[in-house]
């Protein structure tokens, strides 16, 4: 679904990523991890058109898509949320919704939002509270409604669970593995929960220094005899 050849990008004059190549398959869930600063949070910027990029390119279903404005890679179907401030904090968790959804048919809408009310239901009692009262793992709920009324096939999160307890970054996580089975979706994950994002994923990326330290199955990085070594900086809590 989606690859990047030999990506170099960053921030005007600040190199960060160098020469990252990656291959993203389609219905899976594929984690990037790394020290602190490594280029993850970047490499999903980098993706959705919001960093410089120098050299390089970014795939998505077979098109290059590495000069396209971001507000036209939500039109294809890409999906990308901060760790912070990724839904409308002054409006209610109804509106958020409905925002999502500005370019559908009434009758879509309506589906496409009894769909994301289906898939986190914790949400419908919240309809008609303002989005910046809910909880840390409400807004992350809501943030991901968001992306599935936009009919958003490949989800990007960064850092989903930050700052939340285990228990809430446990139901993230299941809710993550429900999107790719149940729906269907794609999905790439930055996580600093190592073990935790790990044990959902399909594949797996190590970014050191902004380059490919390993990649291939996220079980496999999980039982390396080195894992600790190789996430050294890490935070590897279940």
């Known amino acids: ?11 005007k004059e600040l190199h960060i990523l160098f020469d990252v190549d990656a291959t993203i398959d389609e219905k899976t869930i594929t984690t990037v991890v790394g020290p602190n600063g490594s280029g993850k949070s970047t490499f999903l910027k980098s993706v959705f058109g919001l960093t410089t990029i120098y050299s ?8 290059d898509i590495t000069e396209i404005p971001p507000h036209e890679r939500t039109k294809k179907g890409m999906a990308y949320l901060p760790q ?3 839904v409308f904090a002054n409006l209610t968790v109804e509106e958020n919704l409905k925002i999502a959804g500005y370019t559908l048919e009434k009758d879509e809408l309506k589906d496409r939002i009894d769909l994301a009310l289906d898939v986190f239901p914790e949400l419908t009692k919240y309809l008609k509270k303002r989005a910046g009262a809910l909880s840390g793992g409400e807004r992350q709920f809501l943030g991901i409604a968001t992306a599935l009324v936009r009919k958003a096939e490949l989800l990007m999160l960064d850092e989903p669970t930050a700052q939340l307890s285990p228990k809430l970054a446990k139901h993230i996580f299941d809710k993550v593995v429900e999107l790719r089975d149940n729906l269907g979706l794609t999905v790439l994950l930055v996580e600093q929960n190592v073990t935790g994002a790990l044990e959902i994923s399909d594949n797996a990326y190590l970014l050191v220094s902004g380059r490919v330290a390993f990649k291939g199955k996220a079980s496999e990085l999980l039982e390396h005899e080195k894992f600790e070594e190789l996430c050294m ?3 590897a809590t279940t």
């Not at 679904?1 to 921030?11: I, P, S």
């Not at 390089?56 to 098109?63: A, F, L, N, S």
């Open 84 to 86: 912070v401030n990724n």
């Open 1 to 11: 679904m989606l690859r990047t050849e030999k990506l170099n990008a960053g921030y």
């Open 233 to 235: 900086g890490m935070v």
């Open 56 to 63: 390089g390119k970014v795939i998505y279903k077979g098109e």
